[in-house]
């Protein structure tokens, strides 16, 4: 690429209109010490700019937020306003600088007539993305089996509730990950075989995963 053009806007008048070109349209982030932090935009009111930041505590008073929109970065400083609820914050801007990148290079489109193009990339995905990304999953995980939990502990004394993946070899989920849509295993009574009328189902419970579960044994559950 050629050497950037560079334009620093400090008047406020200016603001609004680099707002609505730039930060509503965009790929936001929070400049920190040595990576950026994505946020998402939530709105603005004026010069008011509202930003969800999650995951972040003691953000300073005065920012960096950078918006990313095809060649262009805008490096916006901003101030809060108000403090932050339900991790919303709201900024008026100091200044913005805009950085234009102009290509000095054609661009190549990837299809099956391009067979000898090499191509290196790196730096795709920001180690911070993915932690916040396997952060936000992990908690709709629990929020999940937090529901299950809640729901099957109506019906019955003792509920343990596992996923698949949460256990790298364990023969008890053998009989769930068999069958495409497995069926619940329901005995009324583990002292009595002729209670459950899929024999061989009770016995693969009795074998497999009563047994070895002491949690189970000392809890005398008998449904699973």
Excluded: W
């Excluded at 009595?192 to 693969?204: I, R, T």
């Excluded at 419970?205 to 949690?215: E, M, R, V």
């Amino acid at each position: 690429m050629q050497q950037p053009e560079i334009m620093t806007l400090t008047q406020p008048a200016q603001f609004e209109s680099i707002i609505n070109d730039y930060y509503t349209k965009g790929q936001l982030s929070l400049k920190l010490t040595d990576n950026n932090l994505p946020v998402e935009f939530v709105g603005h009111l004026g010069t008011k700019l509202y930003l969800n930041i999650p995951n972040y505590k003691n953000l300073p008073s005065e920012c960096l937020i950078i918006a990313k929109l095809k060649t262009e970065i805008v490096y916006g400083t901003m101030k809060q306003v108000e403090p932050p609820k339900e991790h919303v914050y709201i900024f008026t801007p100091v200044k913005f600088q805009v950085i234009t990148f102009v290509r000095r290079h054609y661009r190549i489109d990837l299809d099956e007539n391009n067979t000898k193009q090499i191509i290196f990339m790196n730096n795709v995905i920001c180690p911070v993305n993915l932690e916040i990304s396997f952060e936000n999953e992990k908690k709709k995980v629990d929020q999940i089996k937090t529901n299950i939990l809640t729901n099957l502990g109506k019906l019955f004394d003792l509920v343990k509730v596992f996923f698949v993946g949460e256990k790298i070899v364990d023969t008890r989920f053998r009989h769930f990950t068999s069958e495409p849509i497995p069926e619940p295993i329901y005995i009324p009574n583990i002292n009595e075989p002729n209670s459950v009328a899929d024999k061989k189902k009770f016995e693969n419970y009795k074998t497999n995963i009563y047994l070895p579960d002491f949690s189970i044994k000392s809890n005398q559950l008998c449904g699973r």
